[in-house]
């Protein structure tokens, strides 16, 4: 099974996946950003970092077919934390996994723009940053065009997410 854990950047996904996969064995996280840096360091200089890397579209088809060989070949449960908000991106990944037999979990962690915010800064970002300039869309997506299991997580711990997501696996 994947676990695919959605939500705006700074929400904590990859909080709740460090702690899902502390509880759950065998478990492993998978981070798709590391594709995007991988093509960033393979790109020339006129290619990089050109906006986010989800807009390139091998990195969907990297981390769609890297996600079905970890499935296909591996026993225990791989953990995303990966934030996917447009919808044709959100089809071309998580949607082509489902749509080739994988059983995917999709959570959305659903947070304030103010918890949001709080979280970058205590991890060294800004609050008018990157990540936080992008607060909006994402929640904008999470409201219309992709919705899966929404967990409002403002006001709960880590652990407390992460025990949500595995009892409803349960």
């Known amino acids: 099974m994947i676990i695919w854990i959605n939500g705006a950047f700074g929400s904590g996904k990859s ?3 460090e702690a899902i996969s502390r509880e759950l064995k065998p478990s492993f996280i998978y981070d798709p950003e590391q594709v995007g840096y991988f093509l960033w ?13 989800q807009h390139i579209k091998i990195w ?12 296909d070949n591996y026993s225990g449960t791989i953990i995303v934390p990966m934030t996917i908000y447009i919808k044709q991106y959100y089809d071309e990944v998580i949607g082509k ?9 999709h959570f959305i962690l ?6 949001v915010i709080d ?15 992008r607060y ?9 065009t992709i ?18 997501i595995l009892d409803t696996l349960s």
């Open 136 to 144: 909006d869309v994402c929640s904008n997506a999470f409201e219309t």
């Open 15 to 17: 909080s709740v996946a």
């Open 110 to 115: 659903m947070v304030t723009k103010q918890t």
């Open 41 to 53: 360091d393979c790109f020339p200089d006129e290619l990089k970092r050109k906006g986010d890397f």
């Open 60 to 71: 969907r088809e990297f981390n769609c077919k890297i996600l079905k060989h970890i499935y």
């Open 97 to 105: 996994l489902i749509s080739d037999g994988v059983n995917v979990k």
């Open 119 to 133: 979280r970058l800064v205590r991890r060294g970002d800004t609050s008018d940053g990157w990540a936080a300039q």
């Open 147 to 164: 919705s899966r299991e929404k967990l409002v997580a403002d006001e709960k711990t880590v652990d407390e997410v992460a025990a949500d």
